[in-house]
């Protein structure tokens, strides 16, 4: 009888437990890392002693007008400790009918007003006027002319008018941008559709330096990066670190740029991992809730088995996709354009102009053009998944077995069950 190991995989908000053959098996997970003893002290001392720039409280002034960023609930952000720690600093210096919070939703849906209250706590929202960035509508837009290589930059006008401009966020690695946080807080997070469409087009999303972990000579980030520092001006940035409780390991506060490279320094120490080789069969997961709520945040997933997996191999990724595709945006109507992952990347890169979410299909289409993606929900049809070129199975052990017995007597299983928050690299 084969001896089984069994491994518990970031799902939802409960997890899910797979049993799979012990000796064949291969579990690669982030350095796992306690959260900060104090949570909120951690936040204070990043705000007081920033890796470069002086403290905020150096910076603000009586009667400004101040912006904060924050990410949208598709992200495990602690806004519900950073954004406070931010006012808590501005207390006595700034008034609350002074500033505006901004969820930089990018081009995802704004959030409600009750998943608004889960992210900030009914606090600070009943004091505070909190906005939902939106990328569509030009009233809330100001043209900041072309930067970088070509991009025509529209940015939140709260965001342009505002004195005192602060980004809060979160660091990890991101599967074609490089890492998250620091300058994303501003575009594409408060850009325009156009500025978002240029920056994910397919001749920047399909270039080999725009993967996990690339910063520097990544067309996308490079991109970012010029943008934000010509018109974006941050006056101060704030990043943590997580580890998967999403607690804070560490916090990093100051000028933008250095503060952002410190923080992915971190970020890089606690999720890159080498692995020996690669691999006949990936189980990978998409970091479980709020990050595996759709279809479309779960290529992410997708994508870190697909750095470690051998071409032919067999990617298995478990996401709970509660909000379906999600029915907003044009990531589901995409993906049915064409018959096939080879088809679907042959007209994104014949297409003269961007559309939205092409980008997100781009890149599944890449991983699917690799390996067989096997996917398994709580919510998604098997017909619904279909008409994304995917297969589902209720039974992961099982699909795993027969893949790795079609793979022959020394195939191996590589398992991810943190999803994107680990990314294994070949050793």
């Known amino acids: 009888m084969t001896r089984t190991t069994r491994v518990r995989l970031a799902y939802g908000e409960s997890g899910l437990a797979v049993d799979l053959p012990a000796e064949r098996t291969t579990v690669v997970e982030p350095v796992y890392v306690a959260g900060a003893a104090d949570q909120r002290d951690v936040l204070r001392s990043a705000l007081r002693r920033p890796v470069a720039g002086p403290p905020l409280r150096e910076i603000a002034r009586p009667g400004q007008a101040v912006a904060i960023s924050m990410c949208d609930g598709t992200r495990a952000q ?57 990328a569509r509508d030009p009233s809330s837009l100001v043209h900041m002319g072309t930067h970088g290589d070509g991009v025509p930059v529209w940015l939140d006008r709260h965001w342009v008018e505002a004195d005192l401009r602060i980004t809060t966020g979160f660091v990890e690695p991101h599967f074609f941008a490089g890492f998250s946080g620091g300058p994303k807080m501003v575009a594409p997070g408060l ?22 972990a ?26 943590v670190v997580l580890n998967r409780e999403q607690q804070i390991v560490e916090a990093f506060g100051g000028e933008l740029f250095a503060m952002h490279a410190a923080a992915r320094d971190a970020a890089r120490r606690l999720a890159m991992r080498p692995v020996d080789g690669r691999f006949d069969v990936v189980v990978t997961t998409n970091a479980g809730f709020p990050l595996d709520q759709n279809l479309y945040q779960s290529v992410k997933g997708m994508t870190a088995g697909a750095t470690v997996v051998r071409d032919g191999g067999t990617i298995v990724c478990a996401a709970e ?107």
């Open 78 to 134: 602690p806004r519900h400790l950073m954004v406070p720690a931010v006012l808590e600093e501005l207390d006595g210096i700034v008034d609350l009918d002074d500033v505006v919070i901004l969820v930089a939703t990018g081009t995802h849906r704004g959030n409600t007003d009750a998943e608004i209250r889960a992210m900030l706590g009914d606090e600070v929202v009943d004091a505070v006027r909190v906005v939902n960035h939106d």
């Open 191 to 212: 850009a325009g559709l156009d500025t978002v469409l240029t920056l994910h087009d397919a001749r920047r999303i399909g270039h080999p330096q725009a993967t996990w």
């Open 214 to 239: 690339v910063c520097e000579g990544n067309p996308v980030h490079d991109d970012i990066r010029a943008v934000v520092g010509a018109v974006g001006r941050v006056d101060f940035a704030l990043d």
């Open 321 to 427: 996709c509660r909000d379906g595709f999600p029915d907003h945006g044009s990531y589901r109507e995409v993906l049915a354009s064409a018959p096939s992952p080879r088809a679907l990347l042959d007209a994104i890169e014949a297409r003269p102009r961007t559309v939205p979410d092409q980008w997100q299909v781009q890149v599944q289409a890449k991983v699917q053009n690799l390996a067989r993606v096997v996917m398994h929900t709580s919510y998604l049809s098997d017909e619904a998944l279909a008409t994304a070129h995917l297969e589902q199975t209720a039974d992961i052990a099982g699909t795993v077995e027969r893949a790795l017995a079609a793979a022959g007597p020394d195939s191996r299983v590589c398992v991810l069950p943190e999803g994107p928050q680990t990314i294994p690299y070949l050793a």
